[in-house]
């Protein structure tokens, strides 16, 4: 697969009038667009598989950890998924019907996520579901969204390797994220050598897997690659490794209680990220993660995702603006969180293209949608049920904030089985 | 007067297991839906843990924070022999290696390890469910027992190697899938298990496997080494020197131990549809202990309950106030040990035993009798 | 992997390894020091010492918050006041611990274990209703963020140095409470004899209450002075429990000099390994270690040979 | 110095130090076949070590312990109690939780494998055995009741019946009538005394007018060495003990 984005094609072009509706959603305020009444719609009609419809309203669920570990990382995107959701029934709904969730809590704990699916799924009938975060979650809940025909919008950036009809993935797989920001540092920057660095499980290891290839592609060179146990909080000997190999670029891949205490150990150690030497990349710190690291202590380091709460266009202010009003002024607004907010108005879409609430005629209509008014930018489904999205690198600043410094010019092909990287 | 000749089980005990069997293979299967049904099925395997634990903990005073540990052992046997079925060439024929587990073509692998290789064979990968565990547990108990390691220091100790194994598993992704652990598992001998059929027929294999396991936790409970394993935990030194070796007795009740979690964890993962690390680490063991101590420690049928009941609390607490969830399970915690040390099974035997017998007073008065001279009937026999 | 580097870049670094070993062996310290008074002394397995130490983490956010907002002239200098203060909430919670839950437990030592991480559980989600799931990030005064540069190659981070420190004060601190002290004449006259010590008129009560206060107490600093290397958070707290314990117990319980002493062991095999290896296979083969030398040598490093 | 054939139990050299301090040092003494040998001394004069040395309970630093002419030393705890020793401590240690009966039941010599106590029976022969055992330690009536309801002497009876239903050829009873009533005492006394015609005894005692009872010889210990070793009437002669110990 080649890393240069692709022209979107015929087919796709075509589908664009009806995702256009979905997509007016966060001008609703400004004109509404043509008011699609439930009585056009009959239950009887868009509904044959008995899902949870009803005249006025369609149920899905919303299933994340509330508590346990993993709620630090869910919870933004269960309020992304809610101010979607209310946006939605605020423009009428979809056709003619409002949006009734039910909340289910995952608890951290990945038989918990399953049965929650399963109970969603066959005891309230829910018509989609916007759920779950880490790759252990969607694991244990895929068989069951398999087995049932559920349809499921995941939101997180992941290692890829997989491609469910019953998953809508709106985060980046690897591919996506990884190679327009190792290209950039490498033509920006003049890297030629880089430490890979990652906390021990599948996505980082991964994801590490496909920068390595990627890099040796480039001709440049990878000194050292390393992985951490989940939660160790010891980085000294790392760094002094990182120092013997001298690297133009430490590519790091830490999550969670890590995360802190990498950073402020490489910033005691003396590495200073604004002087990039190191220059530290990451794909794992989004602008919720700084907030336990503290601006100070990795300001300097670029980030590689597809969203940042700082982008300039019009869908992103609104919704920043949105997102705070509804949920605090305190709050920021991830590259995750972003994702979540698009499975709302990606389902609506599909929804309203296949006229029909039906999981099989939404997940044909699934491939092609558009959404011009994502806060990303434009972004559309592709036939592997992920998205076709931009990457981004941003540098961090004091704030806690990254300022874009990167975009590609057009959208990357989502491939989460890229030939060549595996 | 039958049944008091039965040295192994009292007519208290036979009410027990009766009400039990009652609950487990009458009352669940028809009062719930299948999905509610597998979910007990899901708790029922913690009982085994539990029982297991009474054992070790209450009988032999051996505390083990690491029995999450022949749990994952007994899942992942299980779960590799499913996996390997699973992954015929055709159902992963978008592989660039079709044919092996789908986390190993992830991770470069292109042949399917020698030491997964046995567990193509049904029959291997039974006999390893519950031996692997047991030689595991057995290798600890040798080097932990014969130097003397009790108490505090074998439950540390345990936990530690309960971290190890966590940490061993993420890491060697290839070989483990990882902290994703072995998902998608479909059929058993090409039996579908995602069934709904099929997973009222594995709740019931579970509920007989459970009553296996509860009948050889009483015939050891009620023989003469349940009694030693008693002595040994209130004086050791005593049974010592009546000339017992004490480590091996230890040994021995660590195995079965290990055995019913390892029967547990199969039987989860046959319910459940996957294995991870995430039920063989620190947490998950050290809830494993609770549910043994609410149901009670000395009880093996306390235990059953204390596993139903608490993982029911947790999901039904965890949906209706998941902030209050975690308070209210440090809570029962607390209350166990403070107020309840016995459990479940001590309320029932200081509060509701009693008034059972005001009631049935002629009745049960003419059973202790006969419970009285027990052993020497027991022996006429 | 040597070859390409010169003595000096190398005797350099090999400099800044033994100093990363030191740290991690102050770290050790710190969290080892609260659990051996408490473990070492009163024979209580407190499983909540981590959520202790994460108190302390809390202590020094909010005094850096009230810091900040109304005196930001002594920003630099609230470290120390929070330490002072996050020893005292900590001492103040354990002790009341002790009163309503551990002096129940003191002849049932499994039992303690349980209760302390209902406990922990308690507190964790206390913790998360009160600051929220999200890690809280704890600004640290600029100049303890820095690095100290000793020659041109060599810089060592001044947190570690505050950390070495703060761990040497504090074994001293506890070593001379434990044995030039009455009060740490009359915790050891408990450990041994409750009851000779009792009828000796020794408060046994108040001694106990003051020991697990104390034992919390230094968990607490040591929670204050993590903020400095790694995270707070309402979880944070269980990653440290496993290392605490296995450094503790290797050290033989009962001795204070053998926790330092397994602290040191432990702390310079894992930097050593970790230099060498990668991270996950160095705590893997570190961890295994210890559990082997202590099926081997169950007593640990430093135990009495006791006559029964 | 060659252990001679015909003693049941030989110590020589025995020497155990605890970080230093010489509990037992280099204590050599000879028990014969049927002698009853009391051991006296003052306090911390090492009587309770030589017995824990013997049955194995603590680890000797140097010397030799040989018992029917097998080094026990090297042996374990149950090895020793198969070998024929039987101990019993100065508390009294009975399993609690459990009845009278049990207790006899679980010291009973047989079964003391894994397997064995398994698959071990209540037979008749148990059983009349465990009466005829708690007929001659007084608690015939008491057989169902736990062990934890007795009294303190009851309690010690039912311990010395523990062994006797081991039938050890060696006998080690630690301050046997420690804290007894004075008719439980006396009971004891007797008790003793019928016990002990068939077998060796080694017996820890203070109360010099039971010794006087009951002791073949007496070994006089003070500091972890022998002081003075003979009849009743010879120690109480030796005036090294009259300074040591009964002079005060």
New interface residues.
């Given amino acids: 697969m080649s890393d240069t984005p692709k022209k979107p094609n015929k087919q796709m072009e075509a589908s664009r009038r009806s995702v256009l509706m979905g997509g007016t959603a966060l001008a609703a305020s400004l004109f509404v667009p043509k008011f699609l009444r439930a009585a056009d719609y009959p239950t009887a009609a868009v509904n044959t598989t008995g899902l949870a419809v009803t005249d006025d309203e369609v149920t899905i669920g919303i299933l994340h950890s509330i508590t346990g570990t993993m709620s630090i990382s869910e919870t933004g995107s269960v309020q992304a998924e809610k101010l979607a959701i209310e946006q939605i029934n605020a423009q009428g709904g979809i056709l003619g019907r409002k949006i009734k969730y039910i909340q289910e809590d995952g608890a951290s704990d990945w038989p918990t996520f399953a049965e929650k699916a399963k109970k969603l799924l066959v005891n309230d009938k829910v018509a989609s579901v916007m759920g779950c975060w880490t790759s252990a979650s969607r694991k244990a809940v895929l068989p069951v969204f398999e087995q049932y025909n559920g349809f499921l919008y995941y939101p997180t950036f992941y290692e890829g390797l997989e491609q469910s009809p019953n998953v809508i993935y709106t985060g980046q797989e690897a591919t996506q994220q990884i190679i327009a920001g190792l290209n950039w540092v490498a033509e920006t920057k003049g890297a030629k050598s880089f430490y890979l660095l990652g906390s021990d499980y599948i996505w980082p290891r991964t994801s590490n897997k496909i920068a390595r290839k990627h890099i040796e592609k480039l001709g440049l060179k990878v000194v050292g690659e390393e992985y951490y146990p989940l939660g160790h909080t010891q980085f000294n000997s790392v760094i002094n490794k990182i120092r013997l190999k001298k690297p133009d670029v430490i590519y790091a891949i830490v999550v969670g209680g890590s995360n802190v205490a990498f950073y402020k150990q490489l910033k005691a150690a003396g590495i200073d990220m604004t002087k990039e030497k190191p220059l530290l990349l990451t794909i794992s710190v989004t602008e919720d993660e700084i907030r336990g690291i503290g601006g100070e202590n990795i300001v300097g380091a670029y980030a590689c995702m597809k969203y940042f709460q700082s982008l300039d266009n019009p869908n992103n202010i609104a919704f920043v603006e949105e997102f705070k009003k509804m949920w605090g002024d305190e709050i920021v607004i991830g590259d995750v969180t972003q994702a979540a907010y698009l499975g709302p108005w990606l389902w609506k879409a599909a929804v309203e293209k296949a006229g029909s609430f039906d999981i099989d005629k939404v997940r044909a209509a699934s491939p092609g949608i558009e959404l011009t008014t994502a806060p990303e930018g434009y972004v559309k489904v592709h036939e592997n049920h992920h998205l076709w999205s931009k990457t981004r690198v941003g540098h961090a600043k004091l704030d806690g904030q990254y300022e874009v410094v990167f975009e590609t010019a057009e959208l990357v092909e989502p491939d989460p089985f890229p030939k060549g990287y595996q | 007067m039958f049944l008091n000749k039965n040295?192994f089980f009292s007519n208290t005990d036979l009410i027990g297991f009766a009400l039990l069997a009652l609950l487990i293979f009458v009352m669940l299967p028809v009062g719930l839906d299948v999905f509610r049904l597998n979910l007990f099925g899901k708790y029922l395997t913690y009982a085994f843990v539990a029982i297991g634990l009474v054992l070790c903990w209450g009988a032999g005073g051996i505390l083990s924070l690491g029995q999450g540990v022949f749990f994952g052992l007994g899942g992942y046997c299980m779960a590799m022999f499913l996996k390997l079925e699973a992954s015929s060439p055709e159902a992963t024929k978008i592989q660039s290696t079709p044919g092996i587990p789908d986390f190993m073509d992830w991770n470069q692998i292109a042949e399917i390890p020698f030491w997964w290789q046995p567990f193509h064979s049904l029959t291997f990968s039974l006999v390893a469910v519950i031996i692997i565990p047991v030689i595991f547990a057995f290798i600890i108990g040798v080097a932990m027992f014969r130097r003397r390691v009790g108490g505090v220091y074998f439950a540390i100790i345990t936990q530690a190697i309960a971290a190890i194994l966590t940490i061993l598993i993420i890491g060697q992704q290839g070989y483990t899938g990882g902290v994703n652990g072995i998902t998608d598992l479909r059929t058993l001998k090409g039996w579908d298990i995602r069934t709904d059929d099929a997973k009222v027929i594995l709740y019931f294999v579970n509920g007989g496997l459970l009553f296996a396991c509860l009948f050889i936790a009483q015939?050891?409970r009620k023989?003469?080494?349940g009694?030693?394993l008693?002595?040994m935990r209130?004086?050791e030194?005593?049974?010592?020197?009546?000339?017992?070796?004490?480590a091996?007795?230890k040994i021995?009740v660590f195995c079965a131990g290990a055995a019913f979690a390892a029967v547990g964890g199969a039987m989860f993962t046959l319910q459940v549809g996957f294995m991870s690390p995430s039920f063989v680490g620190i947490v998950p063991s050290i809830e494993m202990v609770i549910f043994c101590a609410v149901g009670g420690r000395l009880s093996i049928i306390g235990a059953v309950y204390g596993a139903l009941l608490v993982n029911l609390a947790k999901t039904t607490f965890s949906e209706l106030f998941p902030e209050l969830w975690l308070l209210g399970l440090g809570g029962l915690f607390i209350a166990v040990v403070l107020a309840f040390p016995n459990g479940l099974a001590g309320i029932y035997k200081d509060y509701v035993e009693p008034r059972i017998a005001l009631i049935f007073k002629r009745k049960m008065h003419i059973d202790e009798d006969v419970s009285?001279y027990d052993?020497?009937e027991?022996?006429a026999d | 992997m040597f070859a390409d580097y010169s003595m000096g870049e190398l005797g350099a670094i090999f400099a800044m390894q033994g100093f990363a070993g030191l740290i991690l062996f102050s770290v050790f310290v710190l969290m080892a020091l609260g659990l051996a008074i408490i473990f070492g002394q009163m024979g209580v397995i407190n499983m909540a010492h981590g959520e202790f130490m994460i108190l302390g983490a809390y202590v020094t956010y909010l005094t850096s918050n009230l810091f900040s907002e109304y005196m930001p002239a002594l920003f630099s200098m609230y470290f120390f006041l929070a330490m002072i203060l996050a020893f005292i909430v900590a001492g103040a919670l354990g002790m009341f611990v002790e009163w309503a839950l551990i002096r129940h437990l003191y002849k049932r030592p499994l039992d303690t274990l349980l209760a302390t991480w209902g406990l922990s559980l308690i507190m964790q989600q206390i913790y998360r209703s009160v600051f929220g799931a999200r890690e809280v990030g704890v600004t640290i005064p600029e100049w303890m963020m820095g690095s100290l540069p000793l020659t041109d190659t060599i810089e060592i981070p001044i947190n570690g140095i505050f950390v070495m420190v703060l761990a040497t004060g504090i074994s001293i601190a506890v070593y001379i409470m434990m044995f030039r002290s009455s009060w740490g004449k009359q915790v050891r006259a408990v450990t041994q004899n409750r009851v000779m010590a009792g009828a000796v008129g020794i408060n046994t009560e108040r001694t106990d209450r003051l020991t697990f206060g104390i034992g919390c107490g230094v968990a607490g600093v040591a929670g204050s002075a993590f903020t400095m290397i790694g995270s707070t958070g309402p979880t944070a707290g269980q990653l440290y429990i496993v290392d605490t314990f296995l450094v503790v117990v290797f050290g033989g319980a009962a001795s204070l000099l053998g926790t330092i002493a397994s602290a040191f062991s432990i702390s310079q095999a894992q930097s050593i390994m970790e230099f060498f290896l990668s991270g996950s296979m160095a705590k893997v083969l570190t961890l295994l270690t210890v559990v082997g030398i202590l099926m081997l040598r169950p007593q640990g490093l430093f135990a009495?040979?006791?006559?029964? | 110095m060659n252990a001679r054939p015909d003693f049941l139990l030989t110590v020589e050299n025995l020497t155990v130090s605890?970080?230093g301090?010489k509990?037992v040092d280099g204590l050599s003494f000879y028990v014969e076949q049927n002698e009853c040998r009391v051991i006296i001394g003052p306090n911390g004069a090492g009587k309770t070590?030589v017995l824990?040395l013997i049955?194995g309970?603590?680890k000797a630093t140097s010397g030799k312990v040989e018992f029917k002419n097998q080094e026990l030393l090297k042996m374990?705890?149950?090895q020793i109690?198969?070998a024929g020793v039987?101990?019993k401590?100065q508390t009294p240690?009975?399993?609690?939780?459990?009845t009278v009966?049990?207790?006899l039941?679980?010291?009973y010599?047989k079964?003391?494998?894994?397997f064995g106590?398994?698959?071990?029976?209540?037979?008749?022969a148990?059983?009349s055995r465990i009466d005829e055992i708690a007929a001659t330690v007084f608690l015939e009536e008491l057989l169902?009741e736990k062990a934890a309801y007795l009294s303190h002497g009851q309690k010690q009876w039912l311990?010395i019946g523990?062994l006797l239903i081991?039938d050890p050829e060696l006998l080690m009873l630690d301050e046997p009538v420690a804290g007894m009533s004075v008719a439980e005492r006396k009971k004891t006394a007797e008790l003793l005394n019928r016990i002990i015609q068939d077998r060796s005894v080694i017996v820890i005692e203070h109360d010099m007018k039971f010794v006087e009872d009951i002791a073949t010889r007496v070994t006089v210990l003070h500091q972890g060495k022998v002081l003075s070793e003979g009849s009743m009437a010879h120690v109480q002669a030796d005036p090294k003990v009259i300074e040591v110990y009964l002079g005060h």
């Fill in positions: 040295r015939i050891i023989s003469k080494l009694r030693i008693i002595a209130d004086q030194d005593r049974v010592r020197f009546s000339g017992y070796d004490v091996n007795f021995f009285k052993p020497l027991a022996a | 009495l040979k006791l006559r029964k | 605890f970080d301090f509990a070590t824990d049955c309970r603590t374990r705890e149950d109690v198969h039987g101990r401590f240690t009975v399993y609690e939780d459990l009966f049990e207790n039941e679980i010291s010599p079964g003391h494998g894994v106590a398994l698959t071990f029976r209540r037979d008749d148990v059983i169902e311990e523990m081991q």
